[in-house]
């Protein structure tokens, strides 16, 4: 399982960018797909969670409005969409991959990094006041 994050930046405040996820070597529909964040000096944190296959998506209630989650089955990519960035938005943000568990668990568990055993590297975004 490799996942390649990318698509980081520096914008200023209320500004857009537009991560994605990169996943090869694995079975695409049977996973779902998470991005998570962290902030120097902070826990990794959830931000939102894809099912490739049912396409049910999650968001962590600060980026609800504002950031988008979406899969791409042709190219084995999963974006984020981030739109209005706010400076506390500013992370490394990561994705995670996890094998699809029933739609009614994922709705449960779908923010617990530790169910995610496959991460790619980080991508920075600054987001400037």
């Known amino acids: 399982v490799q996942l390649q994050a990318s698509g980081g930046g520096l914008v200023q405040a209320a500004g857009t960018l537009r991560l994605s996820c990169a996943a090869s070597?694995?079975?695409?529909?049977?996973?779902?797909i998470g991005w998570f964040r962290q902030a120097p000096g902070k826990e990794r944190e959830p931000i939102s969670c894809?099912?490739?296959?049912?396409?049910?998506?999650y968001y962590v209630d600060s980026v609800k409005g504002r950031f988008n989650i979406s899969s791409d089955k042709a190219t084995q990519t999963v974006y984020l969409q981030m739109n209005s960035l706010k400076p506390e938005d500013t992370a490394v943000y990561f994705c995670?991959?996890?094998?699809?568990?029933?739609?009614?668990?994922?709705?449960?568990?779908?923010?617990?990094?530790?169910?995610?055993?496959?991460w790619g590297q980080g991508t920075q975004v600054t987001v400037s006041s």
């Open positions: 894809i099912s490739i296959r049912e396409g049910d998506t």
């Open positions: 995670g991959a996890r094998v699809r568990p029933p739609p009614s668990l994922l709705r449960k568990l779908w923010a617990s990094r530790e169910r995610y055993p496959f």
């Open positions: 070597g694995f079975r695409f529909d049977d996973y779902a």
